[in-house]
C-alpha cells in the first residue's frame, strides 16, 4: 500500500476529485493548506499599493491505494491538477506498512 500526498490549485481541487472517482477512488482525505514553493509567494496590488502574498491558498489531497494503481492515480492527479503555470504543486508518494479500519478493525487492503 502506498500514501499518495498531493498539494494542488484549490481551484482544480473538482477536476481532480471527478478524475479520482472516475477511477474508482472516492475515498480521499482534503485538508485546505497555505504555503510557497520556489517562487516564494506573489506580488499584487490592493487598492493601489504593491503587497507581497507569501503563502497562497492550496489544497492537501491524502489517500491511501494499492500498490498496483500508484501510477494511475499519480497520473490522473497531475493530469487534472496541471495548468502550465507556476505553482500547480506535487505531488509524493511514501510506503504504508499498515491500516486499520477502526469500525470493523479490517487490517490491509480490506481496510481501505
Request: aromatic share 4%; no cysteine.
Amino acid at each position: 500500500m502506498k500514501k499518495v500526498e498531493a498539494i494542488v490549485r484549490e481551484e482544480r481541487l473538482p477536476v481532480v476529485l471527478a478524475a479520482l472517482g472516475e477511477l474508482g477512488y472516492p475515498g480521499i482525505t482534503i485538508t485546505t493548506v497555505k504555503g510557497h514553493g520556489r517562487q516564494k509567494g506573489v506580488k499584487e496590488m490592493y487598492r493601489g499599493v504593491e503587497i507581497t502574498v507569501d503563502f497562497l491558498p492550496k489544497v492537501k489531497l491524502d489517500m491511501i491505494v494499492e500498490d498496483p494503481a500508484v501510477d494511475k492515480v499519480l497520473a490522473a492527479i497531475a493530469e487534472n491538477a496541471r495548468t502550465g503555470a507556476v505553482g500547480d504543486g506535487k505531488i509524493w508518494v511514501t510506503t504504508v506498512d499498515t491500516v486499520m479500519r477502526v469500525r470493523t478493525g479490517e487490517t490491509g487492503d480490506a481496510a481501505i
